[in-house]
């Protein structure tokens, strides 16, 4: 198994930036990809970003890109989120996922994931 913490979350203005954090702990060496979705109220869970966790390789849904950065650090086992020019619309809870295996999708399917963190609440005001 694998336990994942999600930190970072917060209030913040319109245009400010955040970085989410999310350690993990348990079998990390079984991790092929980790993700970050977000839920805001009434609304289905959308994906956010994934990142291979060898390679390093990024993917992103097209509402993001050039704002969200997603990185990991392999030693740490830990996985961020670097949110730029929030909007209100980006209000939710983020949460990130851990992948065991490859599967064609690319990381974007929450259906892709094995394990999920409970989630931290970004609140972003107009």
């Known amino acids: 198994q694998v336990q994942l ?7 913040v203005q319109a245009g400010g930036s955040l970085r989410l954090s999310c350690a993990a702990a348990g079998r990390t060496f079984n ?5 970050w979705f977000r839920q805001a109220p009434g609304k289905e869970r959308e994906s956010v970003a994934a990142i291979t966790w060898g390679s390093g390789n990024t993917y992103y849904t097209d509402s993001v890109k050039g704002r969200f950065t ?10 961020y ?5 929030l909007k209100p619309e980006g209000t939710a809870v983020y949460y990130c996922a ?3 295996r490859w599967t064609a ?9 094995d394990y999920w963190g409970q989630g931290t609440q970004v609140t972003v005001s107009s």
């Open 5 to 11: 913490v999600e930190s970072g979350g917060g209030l």
């Open 31 to 35: 991790i092929y990809r980790m993700g």
């Open 70 to 79: 997603i990185s990991r650090d392999n030693a740490k086992n830990t996985l």
């Open 81 to 85: 989120l670097q949110i730029n020019s």
């Open 98 to 100: 851990a992948a065991f």
């Open 105 to 113: 999708a690319g990381g974007l399917l929450p259906s892709e994931y």
